[in-house]
């Protein structure tokens, strides 16, 4: 089984910033992708990043040149620097990482969630 613990969610004001953070941990194998979701109320669960296991990146069209993600591989960390926030930020965030936990066996795990909210 793998875990995956979020830290870094709160409340900060437009123009602020915030680091998520997202560590997995238990049987890992290997692991692939770590991306970070996000669900306002009322709407669907949308990608916001992804990084690959070579560290190559894509962001969401709406949070590009403000948001930057990057993944510890010893500490099986990926984080979430978000700077510039605004209240059309505000969402539950969650970790979403692939994981090979044999060589044959991969998987999808899911963070808890952490509550970002932008507001003055």
């Known amino acids: 089984q793998v875990q995956l613990v979020e830290s870094g969610g709160g409340l900060v004001q437009p123009g602020g910033s915030l680091r998520l953070s997202c560590a997995a941990s238990g049987n890992i194998f290997r692991i692939n992708r770590m991306s970070w979701y996000r669900q306002a109320p009322g709407k669907q669960r949308e990608l916001v990043a992804l990084i690959t296991s070579s560290d190559t990146t894509n962001y969401a069209d709406s949070v590009k040149g403000r948001f930057t993600l990057s993944r510890n591989n010893v500490k099986n960390t990926v984080y979430l620097q978000m700077n510039s926030l605004k209240p059309e930020d505000t969402a539950v965030y969650y970790c979403?990482?692939?994981?090979?936990?044999?060589?044959?066996?991969?998987?999808?795990?899911w963070g808890q969630g952490t509550q970002v909210t932008v507001s003055s």
């Open positions: 979403n990482v692939g994981v090979w936990i044999a060589p044959m066996n991969y998987s999808n795990y």
